[in-house]
């Protein structure tokens, strides 16, 4: 799903002056991304006669937690691609488009193609923003030179380019300050690469570096001391606080600031995957809608916005204060589904969301730590067993059995 283009409109938001009616749908959901085709699905199977409309403007929809496996060589990236058209609930109308504006005071949305969209209630799914250029150099130069990222479609199967033709040296791996989405992701790939390069007999030519901007490897402290026990097998070096802010391509060469201190040091490279900033889309960012950091304002148990109570969120865009992953979704659609209908009913929403969020944080070819953690981040395990050990099932679990559950039943609302 795209929401990082920013286009300006071509229509007033002001109802008071001439423009052509906004086009009216009961429930608007923006986004046809994970949290919106789930929510959307849900929806449609609890209403007997939905007037439900999605706006989405990309015709491909992609399962973004494989794209680990695609840079780890196990998966073809076309596997995790899916046309738009055939998830959209039967009965929900798809409005491809793009939201570009948030007049809630109205109950409107502004399109991209110039119309505009009415709605009685409103559902805010419309996914983060990659920030690319916020990283001096990087823009444009990501799968050239030893740079990757596993955060693109189209760039993930080039990191398996990129580990296939590394023979030693330097290895670099960053993530930056959160929130991001799947914040496991940049040292999931990695562990992989730790065994690729040992497998291929390049490993003891190789070092290793994870620079990340948090303060350690995990914040579940249960799932951290696995961790750590990982980073000491595999001679991983760590560097915390430490934030990509420049790369010099051509000279191959990143650049860090100490987020302590704010002293800066550069260090080549043979090879670096890269985690872009991420943040909230600009056309949310700027709307009533966001809090002081951008997401869009909702209450973490009802999903519910303080100010517009018939506006909800869920997913990357909205500001509950767990971690971004599209297992958080699965445990936030059906909680945002009940309160709405309840508001739609004149009722006080009950339902509450705990913050369950899940991590699946692949540790090497068939090896993996199910992270199921809550707002405190206590471990909130699905499976009768220590979760908090690496597992040769919960790697098969990631690699077959989530991506089924995903598009068979996620996306349908059944679950």
Known sequence: MSTSSEVTPSATTDPSRSAPPPRHHK???VGGGSGGIATAARLCRKLKEPDLAIVEPSEDHYY???WTLVGAGVLAREKTRHGERGLIPAKATWIRDRVTEFTPEHNQVVLAGGGRLSYDYLIVAAGLQLNWDQVNGLAGNV???GICSNYLYDQCD???DTLRAFTGGNALFTMPPPPIKCAGAPQKIMYLADDHFRKVGVRSATQIHYYAGTPGIFS???FAATL???IARKQIKTHYKHNLIGIDADAKQATFKNLDNDEETTVGYDMIHVTPPQGPPDFVKRSPLANADGWVNVDKHTLQHPDYPNVFSLGDVSSLPTSKTGSAV??????LVDNLLATMKGQTPTARYGGYTACPLTTGYGKLVLAEFDYDLKPTPSFPFDTTKERWSMYQLKRY???AFYWRVMMKGLA
């Open 330 to 335: 699965r445990g936030e659609a059906p909680v």
């Open 401 to 403: 059995g989530l991506p």
């Open 220 to 222: 579940a402290k249960a």
């Open 27 to 29: 429930i608007v959901v």
């Open 64 to 66: 973004q937690p494989a």
């Open 228 to 230: 750590n026990e990982v």
């Open 143 to 145: 799968g050239r030179n």
């Open 158 to 160: 080039k990191t398996w």
